[in-house]
């Protein structure tokens, strides 16, 4: 029996949130987690438990009707876009069963449309990490996906426990775009040039100055509203403890916070200040057939 199973990195936003929904640059990390999706000959259609909604608009556009389908991997409630590895790697899989090979812009346009379809805005910076992998610095839409060889990065990821609605804090920040244009103008161009910054000092290594851009662009990210008490105190315990740097990434509300330092004093801190430490490794490989 036909068989077959595909496998895609989650992703940690480094920096450049929100402003990347607007035309500006991001740079995004895969990280170590994946998500791996199977698909068996079936004369049924057979959807994995839980929100099918990517998978049944991926079936819809890739016309397939019959198909046992699992999925597999880590939890959506981390915020490290288990919806985007599983789309990319469906679109992958589907690809390879049907023997109708496809590359990685192909696939990126599949799986982009697919989350358009289902969350109305996005950049497409999460489907471009699951299907390159490593670091990539990112425009909207794909407009721009550049590979970024960086050394291993010096990360550590506090998680704070809370589920963030990506779609509605896209959508509070679409209204502040409307009724402030000016400023959200101003605070996205700021956040560009930040991104722009720290790809050099990536690429060289200087993570001290990386962690200033970070620290600066958090700060745009708290005008922007998307911050919370919570993620401030894991961000200023992780910086009286040492770290470079810390920031939200991702849309903000809850999710994941970076710090840049690698040490078990910031490691405490956050925990300290009420977070979780996930054991994440940064620039994996994108997504592949196992
Ligand atoms: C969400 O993880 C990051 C946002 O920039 C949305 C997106 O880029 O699709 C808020």
């Known amino acids: 029996m036909k068989k077959i199973t595909v496998s895609a990195p989650g992703k940690i936003m480094l920096m450049g949130e929100h402003a990347v929904v607007y035309g500006y640059p991001c740079i995004v990390t895969a990280v170590s987690e994946r998500m791996t999706v199977t698909l068996e000959e079936s004369d049924e259609m057979i959807l994995p438990p839980g929100d099918t909604r990517f998978i049944e608009i991926i079936l819809e556009m890739m016309q397939v009707s019959m198909m046992k389908i699992s999925t597999n991997g880590f939890s959506s409630g981390y915020g490290l876009g288990s919806s985007s590895a599983i789309t990319v790697s469906l679109v992958k899989a589907l690809s390879e069963y049907i023997g109708k090979k496809l590359n990685k812009k192909q696939i990126f346009d599949i799986a982009y449309k697919a989350v358009l379809k289902v969350q109305g805005k996005g950049s497409g910076f999460d489907v471009a990490a699951a299907i390159w992998g490593g670091t990539l610095y990112f425009v909207t839409g794909g407009k721009v996906i550049e590979p970024l060889h960086i050394k291993e990065m010096p990360l550590v990821v506090g998680y704070t426990g809370v589920k963030a609605d990506t779609v509605s804090l896209i959508q509070n920040v679409a209204e502040k775009m409307e009724k402030e244009s000016e400023k959200m103008q101003r605070i996205y161009d700021a956040i560009g040039k930040l ?77 300290d200040a009420g977070g979780a430490v996930l054991d994440i490794k940064t620039n994996a490989e994108g997504v592949r057939v196992e």
Not at 195 to 221: C, H, P, S, T
Not at 224 to 233: A, D, F, I, N
Not at 256 to 268: A, E, F, S, V
């Open 195 to 271: 991104v722009d910054d720290a790809k050099i000092q990536m690429l060289v290594g200087d993570w001290g100055r990386v962690g200033k851009f970070m620290n600066y662009n958090q700060e745009y990210l708290r005008d922007l509203g998307v911050s919370t008490p919570l993620l401030e105190q894991l961000i200023s315990s992780s910086i009286s403890a040492g770290a470079y740097g810390a920031k939200l990434s991702g849309a903000g509300g809850g999710d994941c916070m970076i710090t840049l330092g690698d040490n078990n004093d910031i490691k405490k801190a956050i925990q």
